[in-house]
């Protein structure tokens, strides 16, 4: 019992000093978990309780199947071992006593591994894969969408009161500027529990992909940019699902070459319908773009993000960096 009230205070420090507060859920799963780990008594059949709350808490199918993996070596171990004990049979049809403590180290380190899951993606809310799609707490009930007001900055914090005798209210992040890079960076650190300020010195946001009327009343321009070839293929855009709320008007060519003599390369959307326009060199820009165009969310998340880091699709960054390094050697052609 002691052990367990411990578990719970550790929980609700931690509950009390993450950066964003943490879903009920997330919480439920790490104080039945800590019972079920301190308990002096445990039955295979605790596991049950667990597997609904894990569902919620952490929805990761790799973590989900390793543990129900080792849970499941553990349930035979016990039977085995009874099995074992209370007939007295030859080892061959039980098991003895070193096999079955080490099934229930394993029960206990998959149990333990969970819980430390969640709670680095309490402490991490940016990591939270159901938060990262802008939800909140769909199990909160009344908690849903509630701001944090009770939250212990250790890290930082906050100095006591000022002149007035209110609280500074200070972000944790500035952002200068509410054009699109700077709306996304501030998005993107405010879902990971921070607050953040965006500073902008004109009237509207927007940067340059704002509209106004310049000339006349009616008459709407562009301010800055006004085509936008990577909006569909963003993973920022993507992830908050762009193309369903607002319309995108996409034209059939995408772009064009002139060439000599008066004569233009179109690429459309379709790769087989720009090999036709493009004659006798069409064979060749079809054998060079055909593997990129099958992994085309590949090469998007290779060129689109840092390069300092092992690609999620490694046949795509290889497709890609050999297309990249023949171009214009002598293995072109």
């Known amino acids: 019992m002691n052990l367990f009230v411990l578990a719970c205070v550790l929980i609700g420090v931690l509950a009390l000093t993450a950066p964003r507060r943490p879903r009920l859920a997330q919480l439920t799963f790490l104080i039945v978990a800590a019972f079920i780990l301190t308990n002096k008594v445990y039955s295979p059949q605790f596991v049950i309780w667990l597997i609904p709350l894990l569902a919620l808490a952490r929805p990761r199918w790799r973590d989900f199947l390793i543990w129900q993996t080792l849970e499941a070596l553990h349930w035979a171990a016990v039977w085995m071992y009874l099995g074992q004990v209370t007939s007295g049979g030859v080892s061959q049809h039980n098991i003895d006593m070193p096999y079955y403590v080490l099934a229930v180290v394993f029960h206990m380190a998959a149990t333990g591994y969970l819980m430390a899951r969640v709670a680095l993606e309490i402490w991490n809310p940016g990591h939270d894969v159901v938060r990262r799609h802008g939800t909140d707490d769909p199990q909160g009930g009344p908690f849903e969408g509630l701001p944090d007001r009770l939250r212990v900055d250790l890290l930082h914090p906050r100095p006591p009161y000022c002149h007035g005798g209110r609280r500074p ?8 500027g509410s054009g699109p890079n700077g709306l996304a960076a501030a998005v993107t650190l405010a879902r990971a529990g921070l607050k953040v300020h965006v500073y902008e010195a004109a009237p509207t946001p927007g940067g340059g992909l704002r509209t106004a009327e310049l000339i006349e009343p009616g008459h709407l321009h562009d301010v800055c940019s006004a085509v936008h ?21 996409v034209p059939d060519v995408s772009y064009g070459t002139p060439l000599d003599g008066g004569r233009a390369a179109l690429a459309y959307r379709s790769l087989e319908r720009t090999v036709a326009g493009l004659g006798r060199d069409g064979g060749a820009f079809g054998r060079l773009m055909a593997p990129l165009v099958q992994r085309a969310d590949g090469v998007a998340d290779l060129t689109l993000n840092q390069l300092l880091r092992v690609p999620r699709d490694p046949v795509a960054a290889a497709l890609f960096g050999i297309r990249v390094l023949e171009q214009g050697s002598g293995l072109w052609g």
């Open 229 to 249: 070839p990577m909006a569909l293929a963003s993973p920022f855009f993507r992830q908050f699902e762009l193309s369903r709320r607002i319309r995108l008007e």
């Open 169 to 176: 209210q200070m972000p944790d992040v500035a952002v200068v």
